[in-house]
């Protein structure tokens, strides 16, 4: 289990791109030769971080993990943060990273919305065959997917009082919404809420990983789009139209997708398997790096050429 007392052992290297005029900055794990490529998109209010403990883990492959436009320390959009608009952003950074080899696919949480997005051409890039084609995984990874609608899932009532939050964090004056949403507080509130380890040190690191990074977003505009986007679209609009065959894992006690949700999504993919962890919540990244490495590495080899 990752934790405080063990780090990382991968020191990553810091890259940026210009994706469609859009500098986004990456973090690069593992080896730059590898014959396997794994790129990794992470969740809402998140930033490359938050998927740092399960890169660490795939580091005998190239792994690549951005921050999201808008969020850690790329730039926003040129165009509304929408599920259209990451999708279009995340098919032009995996051309100009250029993945070598099999490439592996993996969005967790949100991101899971964004990657299947773009694997399902909801930015419309069907007309532009070469750009499909070299932004084709041979295999994709959805960790804690968003499988059904928000407002459908177990605690739905938070799902609602986080839509007021962000309503009024809208309606203020900039300076004080954009205070609100950065508020240490509230910030500290939902991470008690995710995490689910009874572990003291772990839960310590946990809010502190979310103190750190969970207010990293450019202005408010970014975040207001970006969770309008997260509640309005989930993985189970995009799933029959995803060819590839597809790891999901899945956690019982996550608050945001229920299980028998995830069980229900692994049936509408042409091709998909589910891993569930027990005693797990929705920061599987955080609380079980080790298992999701594992279970993605094994999925990985199953599919070796």
Known sequence: MFSPSTPAAVRPRERSVDVDGVPTAYWEYGDEDAATTLVLVHGFRGDHHGLEPIAARLAADRVVVPDLPGFGVSAPLRSTHDIAGYARWLRGFIEAVQPRGRF???????????????????????????????????????????????????????????????????????????????????????????????????????????????????????????????????????????????????????????????????????????HVMNHVGHLVHYEAPDEAAATIRDFIGEHAE
């Open 104 to 274: 592996v696919l993996l969005g967790h949480s949100f991101g899971s919305i964004v990657v299947s997005a773009m694997l399902a051409d909801v930015d419309g890039a069907d007309a532009e065959q070469d750009a499909i084609t070299a932004s084709r995984p041979d295999l994709v990874v959805l960790v804690n997917p968003i499988g059904a609608p928000a407002l459908k899932g177990p605690r739905a009532v938070f799902t609602r009082l986080a839509i007021f939050y962000y309503w009024l964090s809208a309606a203020l004056p900039e300076a004080i919404g954009f205070g609100l949403l950065r508020n240490r507080l509230i910030v500290r509130v939902m991470s008690e809420a995710m995490a689910k380890t009874k572990d003291k040190a772990l839960r310590s690191w946990i809010h502190d990983q979310h103190a750190r990074y969970f207010s990293a977003f450019a202005n408010r505009d970014v975040v207001l789009e970006a969770f309008r986007a997260s509640v309005s679209h989930d993985v189970s609009e995009y799933a029959a139209r995803i060819a590839e065959p597809v790891q999901l894992i899945a956690a019982d006690r996550d608050d945001i997708t229920p299980l028998a949700a995830q069980q229900r999504l692994q049936t509408l993919f042409p091709d998909a398997r589910l």
